[in-house]
Nanobody, 120 residues
């Protein structure tokens, strides 16, 4: 089992910044891919950004140039730095990891979600 704990959400004015963190713990052998998704009311959960263990990243087109994903492999932690936030960024943000547990089982895990609200 892998548990994810997220932090850093909140309320911010348009143009402001927030930094999300997500720490993984449990019976971890390796975590290959870590990412952030978001879901606004009435919408599907969509990928925001992802990063591999080697540092390769990909971003949703709507956040390129404003958001930066990074990770600390030694501590199984992923970050999402969000700058120049817009009201349309308002959503619940979910951390996601893909990897292997200590016994070799492939595991996909989700965090509980953290609310980000951007006021205009």
């Amino acid at each position: 089992q892998v548990q994810l704990v997220e932090s850093g959400g909140g309320l911010v004015q348009a143009g402001g910044s927030l930094r999300l963190s997500c720490a993984a713990s449990g019976s971890i052998f390796s975590i290959n891919r870590m990412g952030w998704y978001r879901q606004a009311p009435g919408n599907e959960r969509d990928l925001v950004a992802a990063i591999t263990s080697g540092g390769s990243t990909n971003y949703a087109s709507s956040v390129k140039g404003r958001f930066t994903i990074s990770r600390d492999n030694a501590h199984y932690t992923v970050y999402l730095q969000m700058n120049n936030l817009k009201p349309e960024d308002t959503a619940v943000y979910y951390c996601n990891t893909e990897g292997y547990a200590s016994g070799g089982t492939a595991i996909i895990s989700w965090g509980q979600g953290t609310q980000v609200t951007v006021s205009s």
